[in-house]
Antibody, heavy 120, light 107 residues
């Protein structure tokens, strides 16, 4: 069974940084693309970033480009999101999402999310 | 970016009713559209991908259809566990985008 566990969220001041992690298990991690998707409580979903199985193909939403960096460590079955220059509008629940395949870009398994709150 | 518009925003129905949810894209996405269900307090769950391919384990009362700019998710007879929010998502063009969601609530 696929298991995705996010960590690293918390309360942070505007302009500061935070690094999210996602520990994956139950599947062959280095065969699948991975994504981060966020959701403001009570609001809709926003795709944040995606990374190919090998880590050499990466995309970002315009709202986080040049501030967030996605990466993965296939040896550790882990996905990361480095978030710099955080803004209040980055406040959301951040989900780690497994792609259907190497790059289908559909999320077929989701973690429970980690809350990020940006506030002074 | 491709904008997905879902309608209606809220659908008030009774168990046993038929639900028809719409997702319209600002430009053609071909058949590259998915549907997700999100129950309160839960993470989203993939129901369909490539418009009409049902994910293993999704009941047959759910069906997906459409191509180009107009897509539909149909629930033939609502069960109590189907009352939730439904989102569409396109993968035709980066960045990936989601629709704003349709809430199916109990009338």
């Amino acid at each position: 069974e696929v298991h995705l566990v996010e960590s690293g969220g918390g309360l942070v001041q505007p302009g500061r940084s935070l690094r999210l992690s996602c520990a994956a298990s139950g599947f062959i991690f280095d065969e699948y693309a991975m994504h981060w998707v966020r959701q403001v409580p009570g609001k809709g979903l926003e795709w944040v970033s995606g990374i190919s199985w090998k880590g050499n193909d990466i995309d970002y939403a315009d709202s986080v480009k040049d501030r967030f960096t996605i990466s993965r460590d296939n040896a550790k079955n882990s996905l990361y999101l480095q978030m710099d220059s955080l803004r209040p509008e980055d406040t959301a629940l951040y989900y780690c999402v497994k792609d259907r395949g190497a790059g289908y870009a559909y999320g077929d398994s989701w973690g429970q999310g980690t809350q990020v709150t940006v506030s002074s | 970016e491709i904008v997905l518009t879902q309608s209606p925003a809220t659908l008030s129905l009774s168990p046993g009713d038929r639900a028809t949810l719409s997702c319209r894209a600002s430009q053609s996405v071909g058949g590259f559209l998915a549907w997700y269900q999100q129950r309160p307090g839960r993470a989203p769950r993939l129901l369909f991908f490539d418009s009409s391919i049902r994910v293993t384990g999704i009941p047959a009362r759910f069906s997906g259809s459409g191509t180009g700019t107009d897509f539909t998710l149909t629930i033939s007879s609502l069960e109590p566990e189907d009352f939730a929010v439904y989102y569409c998502q396109q993968r035709s063009k980066w960045p990936l985008t989601f629709g704003g969601g349709t809430k199916v609530e109990i009338k």
